[in-house]
Nanobody
Framework: QVQLVESGGGSVQAGGSLRLACVAI???????MSWFRQAPGKQREGVAA?????????WLADSVKGRFSISHNNANDTAYLQMMNLKPEDTGMYYC????????????????WGHGTQVTVSS
């Protein structure tokens, strides 16, 4: 049974930074790991993704390019989302996802989800 456990959320002021972590437990072999976020009243949107066999190749939403980056540690199968220059519009629940089969930023194409970690950015 695959489990994804997120950590690292919190409250920061605009311009601040946070780093989120997602540990994949029970996953064998290479796989995609992605971050999504969901603000109240809005649809879940893809933020970043990578493939663990080729972590240098990443996908980022246009709204976070230049501010966010995604990386992976093979030793403990953990994906990180480094978020810099945070803006109030980055506020939301951030979810880790894996088991992708399709488009990287389509939440319907993922089989496994974490419970989420809250990020709040105040102006």
């Amino acid at each position: 049974q695959v489990q994804l456990v997120e950590s690292g959320g919190g409250s920061v002021q605009a311009g601040g930074s946070l780093r989120l972590a997602c540990v994949a437990i029970g996953y064998s072999g290479s796989h995609y790991m992605s971050w999504f976020r969901q603000a109240p009243g809005k649809q879940r949107e893809g933020v970043a993704a990578l493939y663990t066999d080729d972590p240098e190749t990443t996908w980022l939403a246009d709204s976070v390019k230049g501010r966010f980056s995604i990386s992976h540690n093979n030793a403990n199968d953990t994906a990180y989302l480094q978020m810099m220059n945070l803006k109030p519009e980055d506020t939301g629940m951030y979810y880790c996802a894996a088991g992708h089969d399709g488009t990287w930023n389509d939440p319907d194409d993922y089989s496994f989800w974490g419970h989420g970690t809250q990020v709040t950015v105040s102006s």
